[in-house]
């Protein structure tokens, strides 16, 4: 049976072209600067110098409190120093530099391409080395895994969910990872139960990657008590919430964590970054990256190493073709448009996605028709057309009681404007003035 | 190099516009417009013409001169309306009364209101119901479709009319069945062969329109759908209790604008609720107001009356059927 989420979504042109490019390493040369905060919370402390020596792998710095993470070194070379480095929006923020001198790793970790199925590990020793390994979300949200894993006093996990969605039109890296490394994920997903101790997992899965739900299933028959989803594709089915409501019918209460459910949802390179810390004992210092667009001669998927500049994934795929128009990390629909092309690539980064010119201009706006698009594709149910019209004016009160909290900003809204109107734009403004309203205390 | 864009997310859009979806009315109008010119001849082609063009010329005539803004009219909604006020219309109507109805219509039902998507009344229905009460009379006379017994266009009453003015006589329905006046089948109402206006004579050839405008997702099935199921039971109820004094509920399904107005008017964008729940309570409303004008009101058709009365309601029905939140909690 396909599941899916009943009221909602769009399905926008998949246009994955790069379904075919096998996940393909890319070492960095020169320089790389890897930021000290690559996650959700307190920024890691650095622990080296200048001059210092380091190899891939070492920790570079220590998580500064518990909602916070390691940071480890993805080349081996010299520490050039910490600077203040501009991201890929141009925002400066402290990174540390180090001079690329060859590959060498930390002997501990087991470079070896053989699958470790031991599953014999304490969930202790488990969450210690998600812990050690500085793991975060890598669907972007870059929220630590082991604080995601620590269930709060009075909640009990029942199942692990993993978003094998890729529901973002282009991205077809987790696709790469479920074809190319479907044991190793399912080891993953076979440690996170043990870590958060449930003994149910599903995988949710689009039928557009019909071959990499056929091929995990025959996997699976070996791991008890892991269920593969078929999931019809649909925009935002990789969104926590309504991941959850695809697999399970449960709706995730209004400002509720997703745990009031009982689901735990990790995402598929961080569930391979999970089997990696455990069982290879590999920090996460390289994440698979998809390099396309329609006017790409060549369409990657890439393993780049935390820190490496842009540029350097640009020259890979011969430069930035004429007629580009826009360049966006992540997914067309809730990616960031970049402008900095020497920033270097983060733990959450997850794609580089080129749109032609044509395809980058917004149409011109004309007046709302009323036709209720917008209401239709709203995914958390809210009336976009009415939250556009309050923010333009500013009407904060008003905002609130037609819970604006609740836009997860997916761009349906605006995906599906016969008029053009800029919706979640002003939603995005909306909500960031309001929610100081909320906050404030009385 | 040339200089990237800088935007917020979605960087993508859809395939809706505005021109678009008004275009895809159109093309659903056209098996109803053929049907009528072919049962109504040249004066059809007259009138829905001369709606169109004045419609049209009037939304550029306004925005330019009176509102000095940039005229809008390539996103075709002028169109759209002088198609459904043209369908509203006998087909035999003064040129002159057609270009005064289209003036209404934009005018007063659209322009004053500042266009597109601010006014709260159908505009086409603005300018037919001021027509059927200015000039009641040259609005009423309805043209029988020319047929190979009468090729000469003869007038005649609509099968609302026929049965409104024989339960005025005293009589039962099924004595007015069998009266001279009541010459159709309900074949001939599904194909055009009535009396009427130029849209309300094929119910074939607007459902076929009804179905492509929602293959290609322009209306949803909500609004039309709970019109007709209101009319099916409300007349149904009505017609079981006293079948003398009611007809039944496929006669009120099959006459007058019903399809017309459920499928084409009723789901105007502008003038109609924003959710489903808000459609659904839409929806039946208009059932009900229409049943109640046709079968106790002065009027023998009341689908004009009863859309325009809940496009009124439509601002209180936003404000309480709004969507249930995702997790909502009580």
């Known amino acids: 049976m396909i599941k899916t989420f009943n009221k909602g979504g769009v399905h926008p042109p998949e246009n994955k072209i790069s379904r075919n490019a096998a996940l393909e390493q890319l070492i960095p040369e020169g320089i790389i600067q890897i930021f000290i905060s690559q ?47 501009a991201d890929y929006q141009g925002i400066k923020k402290p990174a540390i530099c180090i001079q690329v001198e060859g590959d060498e790793w930390e002997e501990s970790i087991d470079r070896s391409t053989e699958i470790n199925r031991d599953l014999s590990k304490t969930s202790e020793e488990i969450l ?33 969910i993993i978003n094998g969605a890729e529901c973002e039109p282009y991205l077809t890296s987790d696709y790469r990872v479920m074809l190319e490394h479907g044991e190793e994920l399912l080891i993953g997903v076979q440690l996170l139960k043990k870590a958060v101790n449930v003994d149910k997992a599903y995988i949710g899965i ?85 390099v396309t667009g329609k006017n790409l001669k060549v369409q990657k998927n890439f393993i780049v190493r935390v820190g490496t500049p842009l540029s350097q994934l640009i020259k890979a795929i011969g430069g930035i073709p004429e007629n580009t128009g826009k360049i966006i990390s992540g997914g067309p629909m809730m990616g960031r448009a970049i402008s900095n092309m020497e920033a270097p690539t983060m733990k959450g980064s997850g794609a580089i996605v080129f749109i032609t010119d044509d395809e980058a201009k917004r149409g011109t706006k004309s007046n709302c028709i009323r036709c209720s698009k917008c209401v239709a594709a709203c995914p958390m149910r809210l009336q976009p057309f009415l939250l556009y019209k309050l923010a333009e004016r500013n009407m904060l009160e008003e905002l609130k009681e037609n819970s604006i909290h609740a836009c997860i900003e997916c761009g349906c809204c605006l995906y599906t404007c016969p008029a053009n109107l800029p919706l979640v734009d002003y939603v995005r403004l909306g909500k960031t003035r309001a929610m100081k309203l909320i906050a404030k205390p009385k | 190099m040339n200089k990237l864009i800088i935007s917020p997310s979605p960087h993508v859009h859809g395939k809706f516009s505005t021109k678009r979806l008004m275009r895809d009315v159109v093309i659903a109008l056209l098996p109803a417009l053929l049907v009528s010119f072919y049962f109504f001849g040249l004066g059809a082609v007259k009138v829905v013409g ?62 004053v209101f500042g266009g597109l998507g601010n006014n709260p009344f159908n505009p086409a229905l603005v300018g037919r119901v001021f027509l059927l009460i200015a000039r009641p009379v040259e609005m009423t006379t309805w043209p ?29 329905i099924d004595q007015i069945k069998e009266s001279s006046d009541y010459t159709f089948s309900y074949l001939d109402t599904l194909f055009g062969q009535i009396g009427g206006s130029l849209g309300e004579v094929s119910a074939v050839a607007l459902l076929l329109g009804f179905a492509y405008l929602l293959v290609r997702k322009v209306i949803t099935w909500h609004i039309p759908v ?56 839409y929806g039946v409303g208009i059932g009900l107001l229409t049943i109640l004008i046709r079968t106790f009101g002065s009027y023998p058709e009341g689908m004009s009356f009863a859309i325009l009365f809940m496009n009124a309601i439509v601002p209180l029905i936003n404000k309480y059927m709004k969507p249930k939140l995702f997790g909502e909690v009580k």
């Open chain 1, 206 to 290: 689009e039928t557009n990657k019909q071959d990499a739900i056929d091929s995990l299933k025959k996997t699976a028959v070996n791991y008890s008590g892991i269920e593969i989803v078929s999931l019809e594709p649909k925009y935002p089915q990789g969104g926590e919430k309504q991941l959850i409501k695809s697999i399970t019918g449960i709706e995730v209460p209004d400002r509720a964590l997703p745990i009031e459910t009982g689901c735990i949802v990790s995402n598929i390179c961080t569930t391979l970054a999970v089997y990696e810390a455990v069982q290879k004992n590999k920090p996460l210092f390289e994440n698979s990256i998809t």
């Open chain 2, 144 to 172: 029988l479709p020319l047929t190979l017994v009468t090729p000469d266009a003869t007038t005649g009453a609509t099968p609302l009319a026929i049965v409104k003015e024989g339960l005025k006589n005293g009589l039962t």
């Open chain 1, 128 to 160: 210690a080395k998600i812990t050690e390994a500085g793991l975060v979300g890598l669907g972007g949200a870059t929220f630590p895994t082991h604080v995601k894993l620590a269930v709060p006093k009075g909640k009990t996990a029942k199942a692990i």
């Open chain 1, 39 to 85: 996650h959700i919370g307190a920024p890691a402390e650095c622990i080296v110098a200048k001059g210092d020596k380091v190899k891939t792998g070492q920790l570079i710095a220590k998580a500064n409190g518990f909602v916070s993470a390691n940071v480890h070194s993805s080349v081996s070379g010299t520490v050039l120093g910490i600077e203040n480095i």
């Open chain 2, 226 to 281: 709970s019109i007709f199921a209101t009319v099916i039971v409300f007349s149904g109820i009505l017609h079981f209790a006293s079948p003398d004094r009611f007809i039944d509920p496929v006669f009120h399904l099959l006459t007058g604008g019903m399809i017309l107005g459920a499928v084409y008017m009723a789901t105007d964008y502008v003038t109609s609720p924003m959710t489903p729940k808000g459609m659904a309570v």
């Open chain 2, 50 to 111: 001369l709606s169109v063009i004045s419609c049209v010329a009037f939304e550029y005539l306004i925005q330019r001169f009176l509102l000095k803004t940039a005229p809008s009219t390539n996103d075709l909604s002028a169109v759209v309306t002088g198609l459904i006020l043209s369908l509203n219309l006998p087909s035999n109507l003064p040129w002159w009364i057609v270009i005064i109805g289209s003036l209404i219509a934009i005018g007063v039902g659209k322009m």
